[in-house]
């Protein structure tokens, strides 16, 4: 993957949603999956 291609937060969430739904389709749930593996890594809060 690019460094410029990300998946904005408000799109994550809705892959998120998607993929807790258990009526979610197998297809959708790919593509939402596919989705969330585009976000950025979260940063490590320092102790």
Do not use: F, Y
């Amino acid at each position: 993957m690019a460094k410029n291609e990300k998946t904005s937060k408000r799109v994550g969430k809705k892959a998120s949603k998607q993929l807790r739904d258990p009526k979610t389709s197998k297809d959708a749930k790919s593509v939402a999956g596919s989705a969330l593996t585009q976000r950025p890594d979260k940063k490590k809060k320092k102790k």
